[in-house]
């Protein structure tokens, strides 16, 4: 009896929730830096996201959409830290972190919804870490749907799973 393949559900899940931190924590830190909400960076996001899943061979169909949602968490998880980070630079290192976090999550709602441009920006992080699992997703189905041995060109296909006459 052979052993049943691993759908890399859950190391997908672990590993895909840490690059959503990782790439929230590195895009916060760009937007904290340049003061600019660059788009590509939560793209950035996404696609890490993408391949840290992929990394781990998942086979199982629910990791492209959790890919997916990883990553538009990731990159709004990103914008908020950028916000936060914008908010204690503004105030000279007066204004703590926490206080902040508080000001910001008032605010945030409004300024995304102000700013359509983000969302598009998330969308398409989304629409990376997708891709990127169902694309590995994909061919781990199509790898384990082929037959162990390949049948020769003009012969009949063999079906392993019927019995064969015994002459």
């Not at 890399?8 to 937007?31: M, S, T």
């Amino acid at each position: 009896m052979t052993p049943q393949p691993r759908s890399g559900l859950v190391p997908g899940i672990v590993v895909g929730l840490l690059a959503a931190v990782l790439g929230a924590a590195a895009y916060g830190a760009i937007i904290t830096v340049t003061e600019l909400e660059i788009g590509y960076a939560a793209v950035g996001v996404g696609v890490l996201v993408g391949l840290g899943m992929m990394a781990v061979k998942p086979t199982s169909p629910v990791l492209p959409v959790l890919a997916a949602l990883f990553s538009i968490a990731g990159a709004a998880l990103g914008t908020f830290l950028g916000g936060v980070g914008l908010a204690v630079k503004a105030s000279g290192g007066t204004l703590s972190y926490g206080d902040a976090v508080s000001l910001v999550a008032e605010v945030f709602p409004d300024a995304v919804k102000g700013e359509p441009k983000t969302l598009l920006f998330w969308v398409i992080a989304g629409v990376a870490g997708f891709f990127f699992v169902n694309k590995r997703v994909k061919a781990a189905r199509e790898a384990l749907a082929a037959p162990s041995h390949p049948q020769q060109e003009g012969a009949q296909p063999v079906d392993n799973f019927r019995p064969h006459n015994q002459a």
